[in-house]
């Protein structure tokens, strides 16, 4: 009878991770998505009131949007004192606004949000952590030399302790790290299932509402790159920030997935040193700084991040393969492009790249996907394949068709612009372009490509051909 009623009380389910589809039983493969192993299991209680008998307690009625527009104020922007990550933010941290900051451990994320704490002396803030003791962020905040009066460190895991704490302090700015470590003392299952995970991020999304509390949640991320959880965490929150970066290189960028209140468009870029994360004001000159000179398969490339134009140097290494299969290898790109673009090269200019191993790397670990990048990527691989020395003031901007047609990219005349301002004196661009520019400085540094084989006239032109012993068969390949 006692069993009976306990069965009544709670039920076990199992939801999926990535869709949140429910299930009554578990399955290696979800019947909704098809994704494999993401069902975990949730003790759910039974709806103590049904719908019919809810009253309207607190009074709330539907509101014409005139007058929504006559009451609501201003979006009151507060500035976290690092311009870098207000732009990622679209202008800085808002009022009532929950932003999830996602990264790899060890990325740098408590350092970057103790940094923005210790920035924010206007502003009262209540810096939560699940994970360090007092005397470890006490250790770090002498390390980065933070020191304000208005930061209070709260170590505690338990939710309901928590958020009586948050109403009793009252801050402008509250940093839960992490989200995955809060559990509700009331629900069975142990932290970071998906059930505390939702249970948690609720409490915290319906006080940072009611009291216009601006907050940063900070999530953990899967084996697969994907944030910790439910995916319904992404959806319930404001913002979604993604910290990207190799913990083996010094810069880190700050990327915006979703964002309910500016451009997702933007992106932060820092620099990893000894006293914490120093911003990157002008990333154009810091990621080709230390570009080699006279030397082949290294070519500049132009991506726009938002509003931004940001300079990378790609290299391509084109090498005689000694296994039967040759490797391939895209850092910084995606390998699917890097095929693709192998494939034009050998149907439209007849190269051979199926005897040789291909390496496509991205220095300062940038993340090329724009397609705006295909120019100069094809043109560091003919250089290092026929081993052509680049004038150091090439730059290549535009979009591969598989015909071997050279298209049109957006923001033409910014990346223009930005490439003029870095010194460079010859921009290979689309040919379409140059018809389109109006106010753009430098007009006589474009070179305008048409094709695949324009580009390959211009390269050749613009370089020095070499073939050192061991190579001579690339001569046959001109």
Same mark, same amino acid.
């Given at each position: 009878?006692?069993?009976?009623?306990?069965?009544?009380?709670?039920?076990?389910?199992?939801?999926?991770?990535? @869709?949140?589809?429910?299930?009554?039983?578990? +399955?290696?493969?979800?019947?909704?998505?098809?994704?494999?192993?993401?069902?975990?299991?949730?003790?759910?209680?039974?709806?103590?009131?049904?719908?019919?008998?809810?009253?309207?307690?607190?009074?709330?009625?539907?509101?014409?949007?005139?007058?929504?527009?006559?009451?609501?104020?201003?979006?009151?922007?507060?500035?976290?004192?690092?311009?870098?990550?207000?732009?990622?933010?679209?202008?800085?941290?808002?009022?009532?606004?929950?932003?999830?900051?996602?990264? %790899?451990?060890?990325?740098?994320?408590?350092?970057?949000?103790?940094?923005?704490?210790?920035?924010?002396?206007?502003?009262?803030?209540?810096?939560?952590?699940?994970?360090?003791?007092?005397?470890?962020?006490?250790?770090?905040?002498?390390?980065?030399?933070?020191?304000?009066?208005?930061?209070?460190?709260?170590?505690?895991?338990?939710?309901?302790?928590?958020?009586?704490?948050?109403?009793?302090?009252?801050?402008?700015?509250?940093? *839960?790290?992490?989200?995955?470590?809060?559990? &509700?003392?009331?629900?069975?299952?142990?932290?970071?299932?998906?059930?505390?995970?939702?249970?948690?991020?609720? !409490?915290?999304?319906?006080?940072?509402?009611?009291?216009?509390?601006?907050?940063?949640?900070?999530?953990?991320?899967?084996? &697969?790159?994907?944030?910790?959880?439910?995916?319904?965490?992404?959806?319930?929150? &404001?913002?979604?920030?993604?910290?990207?970066? &190799?913990?083996?290189?010094?810069?880190?960028?700050?990327?915006?997935?979703?964002?309910?209140?500016?451009?997702?468009?933007?992106?932060?870029?820092? =620099?990893?040193?000894?006293?914490?994360?120093?911003?990157?004001?002008?990333? /154009?000159? $810091?990621?080709?700084?230390?570009?080699? $000179?006279?030397? /082949?398969?290294?070519?500049?490339? @132009?991506?726009?991040?938002?509003? $931004?134009?940001?300079?990378?140097?790609?290299?391509?290494?084109?090498?005689?393969?000694?296994?039967? !299969?040759?490797?391939?290898?895209?850092n910084g790109i995606d390998y699917n492009r890097m095929s693709l673009l192998i494939a034009i090269l050998e149907k439209r200019l007849g190269l051979k790249f199926f005897d040789r191993d291909v390496y496509i790397n991205v220095t300062g670990g940038m993340r090329l996907d724009e397609t !705006?990048?295909?120019?100069?990527?094809?043109?560091?691989?003919?250089?290092?394949?026929?081993?052509?020395?680049? !004038?150091?003031?090439?730059?290549?901007?535009?979009?591969?068709?598989?015909?071997? %047609? *050279? $298209?049109?990219?957006?923001?033409?005349?910014?990346?223009?612009?930005?490439?003029?301002?870095?010194?460079?004196?010859?921009?290979?661009?689309?040919?379409? +372009?140059?018809?389109?520019?109006?106010?753009?400085?430098?007009? =006589?540094?474009?070179?305008?490509?048409? /094709?695949?084989?324009?580009?390959?006239?211009?390269?050749?032109?613009?370089?020095?051909?070499?073939?050192?012993?061991?190579n001579s068969d690339m001569d046959k390949q001109e």
């Open positions: 009878m006692a069993a009976s009623q306990n069965s009544q009380k709670e039920k076990t389910v199992y939801v999926c991770t990535e @869709c949140g589809c429910v299930h009554e039983k578990w +399955g290696g493969k979800c019947r909704e998505c098809g994704a494999w192993n993401t069902l975990e299991e949730e003790v759910r209680a039974p709806v103590s009131k049904s719908l019919s008998s809810v009253s309207l307690k607190n009074g709330k009625k539907s509101i014409s949007l005139s007058i929504i527009d006559r009451l609501a104020a201003s979006e009151s922007r507060i500035s976290t004192g690092i311009s870098e990550f207000d732009r990622s933010l679209g202008g800085g941290l808002v009022s009532s606004g929950v932003v999830l900051l996602s990264g %790899e451990p060890g990325i740098g994320k408590s350092t970057l949000l103790l940094q923005i704490a210790g920035k924010c002396f206007d502003r009262k803030i209540l810096y939560v952590s699940g994970e360090e003791s007092l005397s470890q962020i006490r250790l770090r905040a002498d390390r980065l030399g933070i020191e304000n009066d208005k930061l209070f460190i709260f170590c505690e895991t338990e939710l309901d302790v928590i958020i009586s704490e948050i109403r009793e302090l009252k801050p402008d700015i509250l940093i *839960v790290d992490s989200i995955q470590t809060m559990a &509700d003392a009331g629900l069975s299952s142990s932290a970071g299932s998906i059930t505390q995970v939702r249970q948690a991020a609720s !409490a915290f999304i319906s006080e940072a509402k009611s009291s216009d509390i601006a907050t940063v949640l900070v999530g953990h991320i899967n084996k &697969d790159g994907a944030i910790a959880g439910p995916k319904l965490l992404e959806h319930m929150v &404001d913002a979604v920030l993604s910290f990207e970066g &190799d913990r083996s290189k010094a810069y880190r960028i700050v990327r915006a997935v979703k964002n309910r209140f500016g451009s997702t468009n933007e992106i932060g870029m820092f =620099e990893m040193t000894r006293s914490g994360l120093s911003e990157v004001s002008d990333p /154009s000159r $810091r990621l080709i700084e230390d570009s080699p $000179r006279n030397v /082949s398969g290294s070519c500049s490339v @132009c991506v726009m991040e938002g509003t $931004r134009p940001i300079i990378a140097e790609v290299q391509a290494l084109v090498t005689k393969s000694p296994f039967p !299969a040759p490797r391939r290898l895209a !705006a990048t295909d120019l100069g990527i094809a043109a560091a691989m003919i250089s290092s394949l026929r081993n052509i020395r680049f !004038a150091d003031n090439l730059i290549a901007i535009g979009e591969l068709g598989l015909a071997g %047609e *050279v $298209r049109m990219v957006s923001s033409i005349e910014a990346r223009i612009n930005e490439a003029v301002r870095m010194g460079f004196d010859r921009i290979i661009l689309p040919f379409r +372009g140059l018809q389109s520019l109006e106010a753009v400085s430098g007009k =006589e540094k474009l070179v305008g490509v048409k /094709s695949i084989y324009e580009l390959v006239s211009v390269i050749t032109q613009s370089g020095v051909v070499e073939n050192p012993a061991g």
